[in-house]
């Protein structure tokens, strides 16, 4: 018998055998599996390779090279490498991995691929291919398809589109708002750009809503900015498809794009010559009397609905606005007969709907605008007035998170909505009046409230109801002089809107106050110092102040009353509390969806 065999079994048994040699394994990750390498495999987009080393013996480092020229190093398991295929040309590809124990043994791996981004189909192909993944919320295969049709086309516009919107849906803001400012650095006015970036401002908005700071003005200040590039960027986007179009009063494509632009005055230019001999076309008088309304212009509205009766035809929205202008002059029983003849021509109207949530918040009914808000909500397609309705809703109930919810869904729908920017300023004002809140928090939530009027008077520029707003939170601020600008700014905006004149008689009552104090200490240091020159001044610039202030404080409070004889007439100077509760009920201004909607 041979001893061969039995020495090395023995030695084997001893553990003399030969140790096993040091290799590595290579592995395509494909979604979250790891794919054994055989070569030959083709690369697209980012790509990551795993590496699995065989061996007993600690790892020191895994390397990998592309060609000759090393990549990475990784130090620590799990051993992963990505690629950027789309930083390679087209073609042929060698990949080395080289790894080293602490024993002094290495290894290598060497794959041979090909990395087909398919540039060569052009940057068209590639942007179609992106859109359908964007469509299906694959968005880093969109991502992937708009790299590879930038690098077929550095300067395609469709591609940073591509990408800016794959970034926005994934959460990457600052990568979408560089793609869409790439683009507008070539195409100012490309529409697609802007809708991305009022996009992104509006997201940056309810971020900062959403993030502690203890730098609460900070927050304030950031928030507006945000809001009003994206309601600037709306409007004029507005402006610009309204500009573009054909002056033409009987055009409802043109009325319409001005109503969507709130450029009510243009409406009401372009059809008063028109209508009295267009009785028969209710289109135009509706969209003349929606006009009316948003002006504050009720009795024209009046007159105008009351001829459409006698020489027109009355639809479902004529009632709707008919219900809403008799509940703007006082007639309740008027407005509870019209918005009854608008549901029974029609009761899914959105214009009917709209109509009867404004009216249950003008007359405070909280279970009105539950059942109205509701209503909206249901439709098929839910439009910004719904979200609006339902913040106002949850507002009245004191229900924060949900009024916010609701706010930002409408602000989303349509970021120049000056509608719900003031309803938010409001709610921000009586969040401020929550019983036992810290002066810190109070002035923050006038702040906020101011920067919501603001947001609203970017909307509209003419905005009575924006001017007021701001000067009511200014006015419980004690910010006397901003107060009585602002008011009065409002009542020359919207000269007809009674809550503008009411605001500024308290502004100017708060303002006279302020002086009278001032007035009794000039006198009493006065009396002390009799020969102090400043008091003196002082004291006669007081003097000569007061009368036009009592002055323009009566002729505003006898013009609200003129203007809202129901609820106004006969009462005394208001205070900020009577004016805000006027202001934020009976003293609104319409909403009610557009005659386009209707």
Known sequence: ???????????????????????????????????????????????????KPITTNPIQAIEMYVGDDLRETDGSTPYEFKLDSLSEEDGPIKLRFKGFTSEGENAEKLVSLNVDNGVSLGAEAH????????????????????????????????????????????????????????????????????????????????????????????????????????????????????????????????LDAAIKARRYSLVVDSLEKEIPNQYKRTDLVNRLAFSYL???????????????????EYDAYSFALLAVNQAELGDDNGSDDAIKEAILNSPDSLGVKTAQAYIAIKRDRAKALADAASALLRDGEVRSEAYYFAAALANRLTQINKGRSNFEK???????????????????????????????????????????????????????????????????????????????????????????????????????????????????????????????????????????????????????ESLDARNLRGRSTPTVENVFKYFNTTGRTPVISTPARG
């Open 127 to 254: 942007v179609v291919k992106g859109n359908a993944y964007l469509a299906e919320s694959k968005f880093d295969e969109a991502l992937t398809e708009g790299r590879i049709a930038l690098k077929a086309d550095k300067d395609s516009v469709p591609a940073r589109l591509l990408l800016g919107r794959a970034n926005f849906a994934k959460g990457a803001f600052d990568k979408a708002q560089k793609n869409a400012e790439d683009v507008l650095e070539v195409d100012k006015k490309n529409r697609d750009a802007r809708e991305l970036i009022i996009s992104l401002n509006v997201q940056k908005a309810f971020s900062a809503t959403s993030k502690a700071t203890t730098d609460r003005r900070e927050t304030v200040d950031a928030i507006k900015k945000a809001l009003m590039t994206a309601a600037k960027m709306r409007t004029a986007i507005r402006d610009e498809d309204l500009d573009a179009m054909k002056r033409d009063g009987t055009s409802i494509e043109f």
């Open 294 to 312: 948003m002006l504050s212009r009720v009795n024209q509205a009046d007159g105008l609905l009351k001829n459409l009766k006698k020489f027109g």
């Open 1 to 51: 018998m041979s001893v061969l065999p039995l020495l090395t079994a023995f030695l084997a048994l001893q553990g003399g055998g030969a140790k096993p040699k040091f290799s590595i394994d290579v592995y395509l990750m494909q979604g979250k599996s790891p794919v054994a390498v055989k070569g030959g495999e083709s690369l697209t987009g980012e790509v990551t390779f795993v590496i």
């Open 410 to 560: 409408a602000i989303k729908a349509d970021a120049a909505d000056h509608d719900m920017y003031v309803e938010q300023g409001n709610e921000a004002i009586s969040l401020a009046l929550t019983p036992n809140l810290t002066a810190s928090d109070k002035d923050y939530q006038y702040e906020f409230a101011k920067a919501m009027y603001s947001t609203a008077l970017e909307c509209r520029p003419s905005s009575g109801q924006a001017l007021a707003g701001i000067g009511i939170a200014s006015l419980y601020q004690k910010k006397y002089d901003d107060a009585v600008k602002f008011t009065e700014a409002a009542t020359k905006a919207s000269p007809n809107y009674a809550a503008a004149y009411y605001a500024s008689a308290a502004a100017l009552a708060a303002k006279d106050g302020e002086l009278a104090k001032a007035y009794t200490n000039a006198v009493n240091a006065l009396t002390k110092d009799p020969g102090n020159d400043a008091y003196r001044k002082q004291k006669s610039a007081i003097e000569s102040l007061r009368p036009a202030l009592l002055k323009n404080r009566t002729n505003s409070m006898l013009k609200a």
